[in-house]
């Protein structure tokens, strides 16, 4: 009898995650000179991103009518 499980789980960091490291790494190094909301730029487009895409489509499920 086999005990393995068909659960799906994303494990580990993703793509934005990893640019925050990054860009705080250069932050923290002085590579660049940003200031640290545009560092921290990755962890907040994300969710800019989907506002937009939601404001957009309320525009044009309004002009729809």
Known sequence: MS??????????IGFFGLLTVLFI???LTNVISWS???????LWGP????LLLLLVALLVAASAK
Do not use: D, E, I, Q
């Open 36 to 42: 640290w909301l545009w560092v921290l730029a990755p």
């Open 25 to 27: 790494g250069l932050k």
């Open 47 to 50: 969710l800019v991103f989907v």
């Open 3 to 12: 005990n393995t499980s068909k659960t799906s789980h994303s494990g580990g």
